[in-house]
Each structure stands twice: as C-alpha cells, then as structure tokens.
C-alpha cells in the first residue's frame, strides 16, 4: 500500500515512474522465468512508458523506481560525502548500502572534478534510481529530503555540484590534518548498486 501510494504521488506531481522486482525475503525477484537478475531492476523495457499505480502494486510490493534523464538527472555519492554537504539542495535519497543520491534538473555532465572518481555516478537518461519506501536486501531506501520539503523543487546540476566539490574538498582537507598514523590509504569504492543492477538485468 505504501509503494502504491509513493508512486501514485511522484506521477501526480508529473514525475515519470516505473516498477522494479520486489524483495521476497532472500533477493529481489520479479516472477519472469527467464530473469536471472538477483539485485534490483526494472520489470518494463521502455522506462519512459506510462503505468497504471494500482496495478502494478496491488499484488506485489514492486520497487518504485524513477527514471532519470526525463523529469532529473541524479548524481550518487558515498554517504560520507552527502552527508558533509551543507544546506538543502533538493530532494536527496538515502539507500541502505550508505549511497547518498542527489536529484537534480537534468541534462549537464558532472563537471571533470567529480567525474573522474569512480565512487560518483550520475544517473541520465537510460537510468534510475529506487525511492523510498523501497525495500532492497541491504534494508529500506529513505529520504534525507523528501520532495515536500523542498516543494518539489530540483536544484540546478552545477549548483548541486559545486556543494559536493565543497564538501570533498572539505573531507580532503580533514583527511590531511589526521595524524599519519590515523591515516589509511583510499580503498576502490564498489560500483553503484543501480549500475551493477543494470549490468546484470542486461
């Protein structure tokens, strides 16, 4: 019931919405005899298409997933790093692996700072990302801000950007002030949960 009412409320505010496999206390499956996907994925091939609310989530508690590229773009973070952003810059996710996602108005790169880091994604056209109250393996995503309470209002991409730069540069920065014996060296960060999703659903 409370997925059917979340992706009702993202269509009702024109935003597009589409559903993903369900977790079934084990993985998250979706009942197609020739899906192998395990992680999270969408159930339609074209993400842009229409769906029926009511449908879609009256029997199972499909995942609420939010195409990006269309109504936002949306930029994925370690949690270390969304959490040192400071003040409110739109809508942002929380997912239970400690990502952190930022949605903001679509259409521009990630600026050549942020871009080179493999532990930074954004999510454009031909993506998605799951919205609360989705439940994944790991546990539940969740808002850090909910739509509501930035009515609704998507950041400009360049804007959002220059406040992650200022909290990586500011993480930098408390990095080199820790005593060398505190120090670690940096470890590669696991691709994003969407990405290696996509991978896997083909």
């Not at 559903?19 to 993985?27: A, D, H, I, L």
């Amino acid at each position: 019931m409370r997925l059917r009412r979340a992706a009702s409320r993202f269509a009702n505010h024109g935003w597009a919405v589409t559903p993903g496999s369900y977790f079934n206390g084990s993985r998250m499956a979706c009942d197609r005899p020739t899906c192998w996907a395990s992680s999270c994925h969408p159930l339609l091939p074209d993400l842009s298409s229409g769906v029926d609310e009511a449908d879609w989530w009256r029997e199972r508690p499909h995942s609420v997933l939010l195409p990006t590229g269309q109504n936002f773009d949306a930029i994925e973070v370690p949690g270390l790093l969304g959490s040192a952003v400071r003040g409110s810059i739109g809508p942002v996710i929380i997912l239970p692996t400690d990502r952190w996602v930022f949605l903001v108005q679509a259409g521009s790169p990630l600026r050549a700072e942020l871009a080179h880091r493999t532990d930074i994604v954004l999510h454009a056209a031909g993506s998605w990302v799951p919205a609360p109250p989705t439940v994944l393996p790991e546990g539940q995503v969740r808002w850090h801000l909910t739509p509501a309470q930035v009515k609704w209002n998507l950041p400009e991409a360049p804007y959002a950007q220059k406040a992650l730069l200022s909290a990586l540069v500011h993480l930098d920065a408390s990095f080199l002030d820790l005593p060398l014996t505190v120090r670690r060296p940096s470890t590669v960060a696991r691709p994003s949960t969407m990405e290696a999703a996509l991978r896997r659903a083909g």
